[in-house]
Nanobody
Framework: QVQLVESGGDSVQAGGSLTLSCAAS????????MGWFRQIPGKEREGLAA?????ATTYADSVKGRFTISQDNVKLYLQMNSLKPEDTALYYC???????????????????WGQGTQVTVSS
């Protein structure tokens, strides 16, 4: 089994930047897909960015050009620039040990989730 722990959430002013991290531990997989999602209370969880073990990435239109997903041997990252008040949410990372030629932002593509880290952007 894989465990995910997010960190890096904070309160920032609009226009600022944050980098979220997701530490993965447990079983290691050659093929996998990982993603970043966010959720505002009362709304559906929204997919933001995804990356597969080959390095292919996918971004939601709402964050394209502002957010960058990346990974190294131990962590998944989400670099967030030009933050807006509407980016305020609980941010989650997610994982599935499977190959997806093009990673997607569909919730059902992921079966392991972290607990989330809060990002608050003030105007």
């Amino acid at each position: 089994q894989v465990q995910l722990v997010e960190s890096g959430g904070d309160s920032v002013q609009a226009g600022g930047s944050l980098t979220l991290s997701c530490a993965a531990s447990g079983n290691r997989y050659r093929d996998y897909v990982m993603g970043w999602f966010r959720q505002i209370p009362g709304k559906e969880r929204e997919g933001l960015a995804a990356i597969n073990s080959g390095g292919a990435t996918t971004y939601a239109d709402s964050v394209k050009g502002r957010f960058t997903i990346s990974q190294d041997n131990v962590k998944l990252y989400l670099q967030m620039n030009s933050l807006k008040p509407e980016d305020t949410a609980l941010y989650y990372c997610a994982f599935r040990g499977a190959w997806y030629w093009r990673p997607r932002l569909a919730l059902d593509d992921y079966n392991i989730w972290g607990q989330g880290t809060q990002v608050t952007v003030s105007s």
